[in-house]
């Protein structure tokens, strides 16, 4: 007999995690399963994460991005309370809205570890950052931000799963094979052949199961919009050349609008005293970056993203495809990772070994390969990324050393989108999609916000069925 549920998640990362929550917070009677199809959060491990990118064994369910977590599990905890990125729910929700849920979801963390410590761009010194900022045509985002750290996030996830285990049942190592309307409700048949039924699905299948979702939506008929898709590189330097931008502001996101071709170029996830680290998407490795709260685990580098935003318009469909690939020739030349000096990049010269051993900074991802981003890159992206440097070296002196590291390349997909209610509901009733898989999230704080939302709505409409 095929088993019934009133819940389904389809999806263990943020949105997933915190949809449970509040489901058996909400309405504990509620019969709920959640699916995901990597390990739980005990047994979630990584070569990569370690920054041993050339030990990847390649796993069928990659740890690094799938389970209990989702890929931010093994992020280092960045945590911002803002509506101006990190997704877009206020096309859905007032802005006030998304705040006290991602205020709500804070507080969830606090009462599982998290720490109270906040950093601001309210501050007098964070103003007067942005002043300075404005003359050069960079402008910092609003926002506060929290530094989990990398080892304090898979704690605290842990104890919110600990605090879970015995509310809702929970399949790990499960892959679901295709969605289909069932009786009123949902059959989701699973890659092993078995059945799962509900009267109502949350989808929230993170950034792993994005492109899988976009397929299983259109077989529903669910109308889909592309999102774009962010193309650059990690940027790594000395701590002390952001060390008066980071102390202020922690993470400081600076948007800038470049003079040759008019293209948006943001500074992202940065990582005082980081480490950068290879990540598998879907058998490509991508450049991202970690930072640790404690000291002693610290290195003496600062990284952070650069990245273009690029969208595309008809008959061009697949930004997905189009990251992929374009991450896919630094792959092809590195056999993973790539990264350069600035300044061989500038003067046109690829970095090698000889070149990278004389670099004044030491790269923290040391399997990375040295080449020629010029060569996995389109000049566009490129040219907008140097342009980029050359103007954060005007606020942060020393951004264009010669021996500033770029790391190649960095991607961020983004899903494509659905049309959705308020309560994130599809057209298709009872059916809700959450987080970054359903292309209405870009980070911690609104994935696990649409979460909350969607599991509200499903509280809502199960005490109308009584």
Known sequence: MTPMYDVIILGCGEAGIFAAYELTKRKPELKVLAIDQGQDIYHRSCPIVAGKVKECIHCPVCHTMC???????????????????????????????????????????????????????????????????????????????????????????????????????????????????????????????????????????????????????????????????DVGVRVELPATVFEHITDVVYESK??????????????????????????????????NGHSYAAKELRSENTNFALLVSNRFTKPFNEPYRYGKHVASLSNMLAGGVLVQRFGDLVGGRRTNEHRMSKSFVRPTLTAAI??????????????????????????????????????????????????????????????????????????????GASGVQAARAVVRQSNLDI
Request: with cysteine; hydrophobic share 40%; glycine share 10%.
């Open 67 to 229: 389970g209990f977590g989702g890929a931010g599990a093994f992020s280092d905890g960045k945590f911002n309370f803002t509506t101006e990125f990190g997704g877009w729910l206020t096309d859905l929700l007032a802005p006030d809205t998304v705040m006290e849920l991602i205020d709500y979801v804070d507080s969830i963390n606090v009462a599982h570890g998290a720490t109270t410590e906040c950093f601001s761009t309210s501050t007098p010194a964070a103003r007067d950052l942005e002043r300075r900022a404005l003359a050069y045509d960079l402008h910092l985002l609003q926002a506060r931000c929290k530094h989990l750290g990398t080892e304090n996030n898979l704690r605290i996830l842990t104890n919110i799963y600990e605090g879970l285990q015995d509310k809702l049942e929970f399949r790990f190592n499960t892959e679901v094979a295709g969605i289909t309307q069932d009786n009123g409700g949902y059959r989701l048949t699973l890659a092993k052949g078995a059945d799962l039924t509900c009267k109502r699905l949350i989808a929230a299948p993170g950034r792993s199961g994005a492109e899988w979702f976009a397929n299983q939506c259109k077989s529903l008929g669910l109308e889909l919009l592309n999102n774009q898709v």
């Open 254 to 287: 600076f948007v800038y609008r470049t003079k040759q071709y008019g293209d948006q170029v943001r500074t992202f996830c940065m990582n005082p005293y980081g480490h950068v680290v290879a990540e598998n998407v879907e058998g490509i490795n991508t450049v």
């Open 370 to 447: 040295p080449g020629d981003l010029s060569l996995a890159l389109p000049k566009r992206q490129l040219d907008n990324i140097i342009e980029m440097i050359y103007q954060l070296d005007k606020i942060a002196p020393g951004t264009a050393n010669y021996d500033t590291l770029l790391y190649g390349a960095e991607v961020k997909f983004y899903s494509a989108r659905l049309q959705l209610s308020q309560d994130l509901e599809t057209a298709l009733p009872g059916f809700y999609a959450a987080g970054d898989g359903a292309g209405i999230t870009r980070g911690l704080a609104q994935a």
